[in-house]
């Protein structure tokens, strides 16, 4: 037993030069390094409770016991520069509420993860809803156009492909945020041969936008459309309620009104959109 009275491992004393007790190096020799550790955990464990039974004059145990609970210390550790989380399992990372999106605006979302797990790894939705226009892909990719605006509360599942197979889940709430909206000032009607009105355009994404827009009438016979209002111009950020007027002779018929708002953001490649539609209107005075 002198080795010790020195303070030195007798294993740890053939690896000087190499961490071998902070398990130092990565890849498979860093794991067999860590591996030779534990062993030598359970070495310690067992020769202190060996000291401590002969300077008590001797006492009972059971060592295969007492080297399970060893083994179960070491292992449970979490190897250096891993929370106990991560080697446990898969962890999502990303946190709530996930980037805004916008009605009609093209979303883009990977979601992330990090630990020890097996791929490929399968997504889903377990609970609650997404914005209608978005889905989910089974390999973690959020995509679509909202149809509307609003907040939605959803939690996702993430399984990984080991045997056993390792599952997670977390909440999430995405935000539909009204960026570009119409809305109707003075409702489209006929003025004796004429059909006009005007709209509100409201502007509350962080930039200024390149806005085009335009006004349809759709004749409900055949479906042939003239253009009765548009403009192009800039729109600043945090414009509200911006009035926007047209207006246009037509033949006599029947006619649908659609009002249509695209803007743009080039730094960003994003891009806006917003429409209307009126009721059938009929004109009545004309050639």
Known sequence: MGWVSHGRHPISARFRGWDILSGAGNGERGERWRAVNTR???L??????ILFCI??????????????????????????????????????????????????????????VRGNYVTPLHWRIEKGELPPGIKLEDHGTLHGEPERAGEFQFTVSVTDSGKPQQAVQKQFVLRVVAGLELAWKAPAHV?????????????????????????????????????????????????????????????RGSYKVHVD???????KNAIYRDRMESSALYVAVGP
């Open 40 to 42: 030598i955990g359970v």
């Open 44 to 49: 310690r464990v067992l020769g202190s409770a």
């Open 55 to 112: 300077g008590m004059g001797g006492c009972q145990m059971n060592l295969t016991d007492l080297s399970e609970e060893a083994v179960s210390a070491q292992t449970q550790q979490a190897p250096p520069g891993r929370t106990a989380e991560e080697s446990n399992g898969v962890v999502i990372m990303d946190e709530s509420p996930l980037p805004d999106a916008y009605p009609r605006t093209a979303y883009l979302y990977t979601f992330h």
């Open 191 to 251: 003025s004796g041969s004429r059909i006009e009105g005007s709209t509100q355009v409201t502007n509350t994404t962080p930039d200024d936008i390149d806005l085009t827009f335009i006004v349809l009438a759709v004749a409900t016979e055949n479906s042939r459309a003239t253009a009765i209002g548009y403009q192009h111009f800039l729109l600043k950020r945090g414009t509200i309620g911006m009035e926007l007027s047209f207006g246009e002779n037509l033949p």
């Open 261 to 267: 708002a695209v803007g743009e953001v080039a730094k």
